[in-house]
Each structure stands twice: as C-alpha cells, then as structure tokens.
C-alpha cells in the first residue's frame, strides 16, 4: 500500500497569513492527489483534485503543486473560516490511502 | 444538487452485524464507483472500501477485508456496508461517498471522492 505522510501536523496561524502544508507519498504517484478540508462536525470537501486543479466553486486562495512524491498544498491568506483539518489523498492506486491531516487554526 | 444520505448506524455489540445504507440522489447513480471512508472519533480518514459503477468489482481495506462487504443496487440507487464480526476498533462515522471518476487507467479511472454523505455514527460496545 502506498503511505501518506503530511506535515505539520498542526499549525496556528493569523488571518491573513500564508499556510503551506507539505504531503508525501512512499512511491511515485505521477499526480494522483486530492486534498479535502474538513471542518469539525462536517463531512470532507474536496478542494483541489491531480495535485493541482481546483475543484468548481472554490476559491482561488487555495493552490496545489507537486509531481512525483512531494506535494505542497498553499492558502495565499487564510480566512477565519478556513479553520479545518486538511487531508491530502492518493488514487494511484487501491487502496486509496489519506495523508493523517493538518489542523488549521486561527492565532 | 447531489445528495448522499447514510443510515443504518448505532450501538452493536463486538462480533455481531450491521448493515449500513446510502441513498443517492441528483445524479446518475449507475455510472459512478462509489466509495466508504470512516473516521473513528478524533481521528483522522480511513478509507474503507470502493464498488465499480456496475457492481462488478470491489476493493477493501486489509483492516476490514473478509469481514466487510460493499454492495450497491442501481435499481434503487443505493450503496451498502454489510459489517460483520465488528470489533471496537471499528467505531466510527462512516461516510459514504461518490468517486470523481477522473483517476488514472491503472484504477479504471477512479479518483478519489467529489461528494460525500454527512455520514452514520457506528459503535460497537458491549
């Protein structure tokens, strides 16, 4: 199985910051990532699908990059209702395993 | 709109069964793989297991293989989880949830999930 690794694991941060969320595969998977906030109580949301391409209707605050093994998930400025854990995905293969998430918080 | 809506969930006892439902709605429910993800209280996604469009094939999980099944009836645009001899490690919120369908050759296009259910509250305890 592939294995997700993500870092931090949590982070404070002030409205209007810059958060950058680092995920890593334990093979190559081209560019079969997803990443999904999900705010407490609430089911995930799909945000960015092939590590890079924002899902409809979401806001262009949020941006993807990577290839390969190393990804980078960026909120340009952080909003108080981006308050969430942040999970990156892979579907190069079954299973479709999950990173262990990102807490987001406001300072 | 898409909607998902998971039922079925509540308190059983280690070694005994429950089958959890989704039913579908707001789109064609026989074209699209469907998934099962849970999340054990304050923890993080665990995907669990996915059926083809079709129903012709399915995936599991190794922490769930053999003693899960997933299963869907197109007719009724449904999806179940058959869960036997549950364990409390399997408390959880499962969701339910509809593949993008956009993924690589080598998973026959599966993508990971575009829709998800709000999801059912399983616990299993004596």
């Known amino acids: 199985d592939i294995q997700m690794t993500q870092s931090p694991s949590s982070l404070s941060a002030s409205a209007g910051d810059r958060v950058t969320i680092t995920c890593q595969a334990s093979?190559?998977?081209?560019?079969?990532l997803n990443w999904y906030q999900q705010k407490p109580g609430k089911a995930p949301k799909l945000l960015i699908y092939?590590?890079?391409n924002l899902e409809t209707g979401v806001p262009s605050r949020f941006s993807g990059s990577g290839s390969g093994t190393d990804f980078t998930f960026t909120i340009s400025s952080l909003q108080p209702e981006e308050i969430a854990t942040y999970y990156c995905?892979?579907?190069?293969?079954?299973?479709?395993?999950f990173g262990p998430g990102t807490k987001v918080d406001i300072k | 709109q898409v909607q998902l809506v998971e039922s079925g969930g509540g308190v059983v006892q280690p070694r005994r069964s429950l089958r959890l439902s989704c039913a579908a709605s707001?789109?064609?429910?026989?074209?699209?793989?469907m998934h099962w993800v849970r999340q054990a209280p304050g923890k993080g996604l665990e995907w669990v297991a996915v059926?083809?469009?079709?129903?012709?094939?399915?995936y599991y999980a190794d922490s769930v293989k053999g003693r899960f099944t997933v299963s869907r009836d197109n007719s009724k645009n449904t999806l179940y989880l058959q869960m036997n001899s549950l364990r409390a490690e399997d408390t959880a919120v499962y969701f339910c949830?509809?593949?993008?369908?956009?993924?690589?050759?080598?998973?026959?296009?599966?993508?990971?999930?575009?829709?998800w259910g709000l999801g059912t509250l399983v616990t299993v305890s004596s």
């Open positions: 949830a509809r593949d993008a369908m956009r993924g690589p050759p080598n998973t026959e296009g599966m993508a990971g999930s575009d829709y």
């Open positions: 707001g789109f064609t429910f026989s074209l699209y793989g």
């Open positions: 059926t083809w469009y079709d129903g012709s094939k399915e």
């Open positions: 093979q190559d998977i081209n560019n079969h």
């Open positions: 092939d590590a890079s």
């Open positions: 995905q892979q579907y190069h293969d079954l299973p479709f395993t």
